[in-house]
């Protein structure tokens, strides 16, 4: 079953961190919902009416909806912790510190940043190009060299499409990243039309074939030398 503590606190727009309360073995998430909502809204009525808040547990009274006094929060020292004579002194210096932070991959925030400062994606494809490190590594195989919008478009629309009709995770994509790119490169020299490009996609994503591949043995290439379109008119 489920237990849970919820720490509450409320402060005034600029104002310092406030004194939290803290809501003991809250025991589903409708209840803690409910125990923070009225917890927050006991403390903000508390301080417009000129009084402060104690820092305190509190229990959560679900039959009523409120939260009821239960002891007041001790400090750290009235634990009485004392130091232990068996343990060493362990002191880090901020070469170790900077040499583990070197060593650490690129997180799913900083990444998200960089997505959008680096590629001028949007925030929301950005996290969702992030939201796991194998989409993210794929997204950036096929946007190397090429338009990162056009990329995340595809990724995000096309592919996406496929996979989730397919139950698919982005490792098990029928489509790699180098052939994906290999279709943006033709939508990229006026080899195919967009729409075209739908038409390949499918049958890649279908056969696993590259995008040159399906494009030949379907005679799919569009046709942009005037001349050449002339003489089938004529």
């Known amino acids: 079953s489920l237990r849970c503590d919820a720490n509450v606190s409320v402060r005034r727009a600029g104002d310092e961190l406030g004194t939290r309360c803290e809501i003991k073995n809250v025991n589903s998430i409708r209840f803690v919902q409910q125990a923070i909502d009225y917890e927050a809204r006991r403390q903000i009525e508390l301080i417009e009416e000129g009084g402060t808040v104690d820092q305190e547990t509190r229990l959560f009274d679900s039959g009523n909806g409120i939260t009821r006094s239960m002891r007041s929060k001790e400090e750290a020292h009235d634990y009485r912790y004392f ?19 070197a ?8 990444k998200k940043e960089r997505f959008v400062s680096d590629y001028g994606l949007g925030t929301e494809d950005a996290g969702l190009l992030t939201a796991e490190r194998a989409t993210a590594d794929f997204y950036e195989k096929v946007a190397k060299g090429r338009d990162p919008k056009l990329a995340c478009n595809w990724v995000t629309g096309e592919l996406f499409g496929v996979l989730n009709k397919s139950g698919l995770g982005i490792g098990d994509s029928p489509v790699s990243a180098a052939a994906l790119g290999g279709l943006i490169d033709l939508i990229a020299d006026g080899t195919l039309s967009g729409r075209l490009a739908k038409d390949v996609f499918e049958a890649m994503a279908e056969t696993g074939k590259e995008a040159s591949v399906v494009v ?5 290439k569009q046709v942009s030398d005037s001349g050449a379109i002339e003489a089938e008119v004529d």
Do not use: H, M, T
């Open 83 to 101: 130091p232990d004579p068996d343990l060493l002194p362990l002191e880090i210096s901020q070469g170790f510190v900077e040499e583990i932070r």
């Open 103 to 110: 060593s650490l991959p690129e997180l799913p925030d900083a």
């Open 216 to 220: 030949e043995e379907k005679g799919l």
